[in-house]
């Protein structure tokens, strides 16, 4: 995903994050993504757990999920790692809970890909049509 990013960029991401799921010792240390600063929990992380914030930073020669874990249990760390939560999260919640779509009900890639292209489209509009926008006439 961060190559594809860069690809339609012309530039590597400053920040990147991801779940749980994605971490890898190798992963993360990949020298393509040199410069992209990773917040990719070794753990998971459970809803509204709190983490010490004061303590020491460990060793430049820690192992990397060392590393990881202790920046995530940083305040900017957690804050960084909690925006998650506010850009990504809750447009797939309002799909799949909201307006009740839970699988495709096509087959094949161009079909899944156009049934998701409307998917995302009515979200969108629905959301527009909820804040009270009107289009501007000329």
């Not at 917040?39 to 020669?61: K, L, T």
């Not at 920046?71 to 990504?88: D, F, N």
């Not at 009900?105 to 049509?129: D, M, P, S, Y």
Request: glycine share 6%.
């Amino acid at each position: 995903m961060l190559q594809s990013v860069e690809a339609n960029l012309d530039r590597k991401p400053t920040q990147a994050s991801a779940d749980a799921g994605y971490f890898s010792a190798t992963l993360v240390t990949d020298t393509t993504l040199q410069g992209i600063d990773l917040y990719v929990p070794p753990d998971r992380q459970h809803h509204g757990e709190a983490f010490p914030s004061d303590s020491d930073p460990p060793p430049p020669d820690a192992p990397v999920i060392v590393q990881m874990r202790h920046k995530l249990q940083t305040v900017a760390g957690q804050a960084i790692y909690a925006l998650r939560k506010a850009i990504v999260e809750p447009v797939f919640g309002q799909i799949k809970a909201g307006r009740g779509f839970r699988r495709f009900a096509f087959r094949g890639q161009a079909k899944v890909t156009a049934e998701w292209l409307l998917i995302c489209l009515t979200h969108n509009l629905l959301k527009l049509f909820r804040a009270g926008w009107t289009p501007q006439r000329a």
